[in-house]
């Protein structure tokens, strides 16, 4: 397992008690999409949900983000929307990964965005000022185009697993027929859209009726503390076993990684 350094560990313990975490206000939305969706004509993948309303299928409590998966005879389609901070930081830093096992073709694939081209860390500097959690504490439109501006420097490839002639790594600029998009609003939530020919998939919404799915944001290795860690409190007394199991719990969610599995059921005409 790997460990924080000691300086990283005294601030954490400073204000670890203090941390908080705020409850789903999405808890009356389903957990997984129940129904395929087919979709609109006008549909751009920009990093926007216009097209949709703004309005989404589902809001996973494992993952803590809104999400829509959708299709065309040609097409399969995923936005997500996270408005946690914590959530977000690792998406943009570790990347959502999105992987299709089809029971007829058996056919299996992934598709991860952001990637980078080594494993070094690379934290973005987005400064959205203010409460992330308050909606109605919204970013100026300089602070959203610089944080946008960071995205388009950053995240410039995909990883693609499973897919026969489509290389480990390609551009996000490419003729594969795999579409990313990315950006922050003013909202200061981030929302991430991926468009993938159903061919790569192996399958046809002639033959198929249904996609097995998982979701997963890739998490942040190298968070922990052991039961023996001695780390000092803002109290100025020790950390207790039961304080330090509070600790991971809370860096778990901050820097942990989570998934979620569902059935896609193909929408037609």
């Known amino acids: 397992m790997n460990f924080l350094k000691s300086e990283k560990l005294v601030v954490l313990a400073a204000c670890f008690l203090g941390l908080y975490y705020p409850t789903s206000a999405q808890s009356k939305m389903p957990n997984l999409q129940a129904k395929g969706l087919y979709m609109p004509a006008n549909l751009k993948i920009d990093g926007k949900s216009d097209e949709w309303t703004n309005k989404f299928e589902a809001y996973n409590n494992s993952t803590d983000f809104y999400y829509t998966i959708a299709n065309n005879d040609e097409r399969l389609y995923i936005i997500i929307r996270a408005t ?12 959502v990964t999105f992987s299709t096992k089809n029971g007829s073709s058996g056919n299996n694939s992934s598709f991860t965005f952001p990637y980078y081209i080594n494993d070094t860390r690379r934290l973005l500097s987005l400064d959205l000022k203010g409460d992330m959690n308050n909606p109605s504490n919204k ?35 490419n003729e594969k027929g795999i579409q990313v998009a990315e950006l922050f609003d003013v909202n200061k939530a981030y929302t ?16 198929d009726k249904k996609i097995s799915y998982q979701i997963k944001v890739n998490p942040i ?4 503390v052991s039961e023996n860690s001695k780390i000092i409190t803002s109290s100025g007394n020790q950390a207790t076993p039961d304080q330090l199991a509070q600790l991971n719990v809370l860096l778990a969610k901050k820097f942990g990684g989570s998934d979620f599995r569902g059935e896609y059921v193909l929408a037609t005409k």
């Open 221 to 224: 290795p190298g968070y922990a």
């Open 84 to 95: 946690d901070r914590n959530v977000f930081n690792k998406i943009i830093e570790k990347g």
């Open 139 to 173: 970013a100026t439109d300089a602070d959203i185009a610089q944080n946008n501006k960071l995205l388009r420097e950053k995240h410039r490839f995909i990883k693609v697993e499973g897919i026969r002639g489509v290389d480990s790594l390609i551009s996000i600029y």
């Open 192 to 207: 991430l859209e991926m468009l993938i020919d159903l061919k790569l998939l192996g399958v046809s919404t002639k033959n």
